[in-house]
């Protein structure tokens, strides 16, 4: 069975920092693209960041430009989300999904239950 499980959200002020982690089991990974989703209170689910299945291309929404970093770790079946200069707007769950393709397609087979993040201000 496919499980995706987030980890590393939690309570942080403003301008810190959190490290998410997204471990894949139940198959390998390392063919597909990742990406990280996040939805707000009373918001519809966005996008974040996104990462080709070599980790040699990444993408990212313009909110969390240059202060988000996506990675991943196919020898752990593991993707990583380094957040910094957090702000309140930041706050939501976060969602880590794996797509169908080795390039980000848009489609998603797979998802986990999120994970936590609340910015204080």
């Known amino acids: 069975q496919v499980q995706l499980v987030e980890s590393g959200g939690g309570l942080v002020q403003a301008g810190g920092s959190l490290r998410l982690a997204c471990a894949a089991s139940?198959?390998?990974?390392?063919?597909?693209?990742m990406d990280w989703f996040r939805q707000a209170p009373g918001k519809e689910r966005e996008f974040v960041a996104g990462i080709t299945w070599s980790g040699g291309s990444t993408f990212y929404a313009d909110s969390v430009k240059g202060r988000f970093t996506i990675s991943r770790d196919n020898a752990k079946n593991t993707m990583y989300l380094q957040m910094t200069s957090l702000k309140p707007e930041d706050t939501a769950v976060y969602y880590c999904?794996?797509?169908?393709?080795?390039?980000?397609?848009?489609?998603?087979?797979?998802w986990g239950q999120g994970t936590q993040v609340t910015v204080s201000s």
């Open positions: 139940g198959r390998t990974f390392n063919r597909y693209a």
């Open positions: 999904a794996i797509d169908r393709s080795s390039w980000p397609s848009g489609e998603y087979d797979y």
